[in-house]
């Protein structure tokens, strides 16, 4: 019942998307460049009063120098301190005035800045994105980096160190690639790492990967493109060329054996991960990971939630999830143990049901349909946020070299999975060696009752 329930919510959002006709997407896109090498891709959509800017640079923490780790992220919150013409502040309060708002993000292979408000803004946004690309060193200052710093490091505080099983995250990526590999250190960087950069860090990381040669910008939404063109190169035109940086390209890499790490956390339920190297992002396998991740943990009729969370009572929750970057991906199954029992149950009774997965039990037909529909629904879900779309734009631009290739291929990648691709995508992933990461309950402080040695009572 759940997979006719998605099925038919697919066709719905698929009938309903004023992009779609026939089951393709129409998502027109006009791709040029600047004089200096600033990629340029066009949108236009008139179905709202709203207008999308969306600014992707290529560099990522894989770029970053050693003993620089999260330089990339740090960065990311400096392009926020402000500049002489927009002091610290009022890059935000310019935009929220007329009602735009933004925000950006760092991964491993890139960073993102985005815009979206009423199409009155187009021109704003662009200003604001120019002038901080032009002269962000000339504002640059100690105390400001000193202030994000400590933001960020209080960041991974929260979000890697103290928060319930957030180290899982730090161990994945510290166990899964080799010592000096780009992608072996956390996004976050580490705390001695972000304490040793300095300004002239900061000017030079600038010069060096905030260039026009090295970034792409999507325009969306309700715009004139002539108008527009005229708009980019009055604020992005005149900036010299300045020839791209090189970019660090991850080898190939396998686990040689599977590990197991066991880490003790203020946690009160067990919990085990376990993960393996996957397709990189929109690469051979991609579409198949994504839904043998559908299949095993999307919804009570998904193999590993029925199994461990409804049939044998083991888990409270099952996340499953393929994180596909530009040179590699992570496959990674997650189950939160129920009140008394253990992370070693659940590890059991993973490997158990991939085990069938791949010998006695292969997907069903009806399987692959529920993931399917599964996955192309958030696709298209996504999709019809204009911010999400300016966002995928800039993704294929980066990883393919063609925004266009959005339209075509968002949807037909899945298309044309079949049980047979799903099974021998089990047999590419899982019949490789993994990673397991246990979480156990930190062991309760000793008391003079309990001291080793101490005499019993009588």
Not at 59 to 76: C, I, M, N, Q, Y
């Amino acid at each position: 019942m759940l997979a006719v329930t998605r099925l038919s919510l697919f066709c719905a959002l698929l009938l309903a998307a004023p992009f779609a006709r026939a089951g393709e997407l129409q998502i027109p896109v006009e791709r040029y460049h600047l004089g200096n090498g600033l990629t340029v891709i066009l949108h236009e959509d008139h179905r709202l009063p709203q207008v999308a800017v969306n600014v992707w640079f290529r560099v990522g923490s894989k770029d970053e120098r050693e003993k620089r780790t999260g330089f990339a992220h740090l960065f990311e919150h400096l392009m926020f301190m402000g500049t002489t013409d927009v002091p610290n502040g009022s890059f935000d309060t310019i935009m929220e005035a007329e009602g735009g708002a933004n925000n950006a993000s760092t991964s491993e292979d890139r960073t993102n800045y985005f815009e979206l408000g009423p199409k009155g803004l187009l021109e704003t946004f662009l200003y604001l994105e120019a002038d901080r690309l032009r002269t962000l060193p000339e504002a640059m200052t100690k105390q400001k980096v000193d202030l994000q710093r400590d933001v960020v490091k209080n960041e991974r505080r929260q979000s890697y160190e103290n928060r319930p099983y957030g180290q899982v995250d730090l161990v994945l990526v510290d166990k899964l690639y080799p010592k000096g590999h780009p992608y072996q250190h956390p996004v976050i960087g580490s705390h001695a790492d972000l304490t040793a950069a300095s300004v002239e860090d900061v000017k030079a990381f600038f010069r060096g990967f905030y260039v026009p040669s090295n970034a792409s910008l999507v325009v969306a939404g309700d715009f004139k493109p002539d108008e527009a063109k005229q708009l980019i190169e009055r604020y992005f035109g005149s900036m010299p060329r300045v020839p791209e940086p090189a970019h660090r390209v991850p080898p190939p890499v396998e686990l040689v054996k599977s590990e197991h790490v066991t880490v003790r956390d203020a946690v009160q339920l067990e919990q085990v991960t376990l993960a393996w190297h996957s397709p990189a992002l929109l690469g051979p396998g991609d579409a198949q990971a994504d839904l043998l991740a559908a299949l095993l943990g999307a919804g009570k009729s998904s193999r590993l939630e029925r199994a461990l969370v409804y049939d044998q009572k083991l888990a409270q929750e099952v996340r499953v999830q393929h994180s596909a970057l530009r040179y590699d991906g992570v496959f990674t199954i997650t189950a939160t143990a129920l009140e008394g029992h253990t992370a070693a149950e659940l590890e059991k009774a993973i490997e158990v049901e991939l085990q069938k997965l791949r010998d006695t039990a292969p997907p069903t037909v009806r399987e692959v349909e529920s993931a399917r529909a599964f996955t192309e629904m958030h696709t298209l879900h996504d999709l019809g946020s204009l911010a999400l779309l300016a966002d995928g734009l800039n993704e294929y631009e980066f990883v393919r070299g063609d925004p266009g290739e959005l339209a075509r291929n968002a949807l037909q990648r899945y298309q044309s999975v079949g049980p047979a691709d799903l099974a021998w995508q089990a047999h590419a992933i899982f019949d490789k060696p993994h990673l397991t990461v246990i979480v156990l309950p930190k062991a309760p402080p000793r008391t003079a009752g309990t001291t080793k040695g101490a005499a019993r009572a009588q």
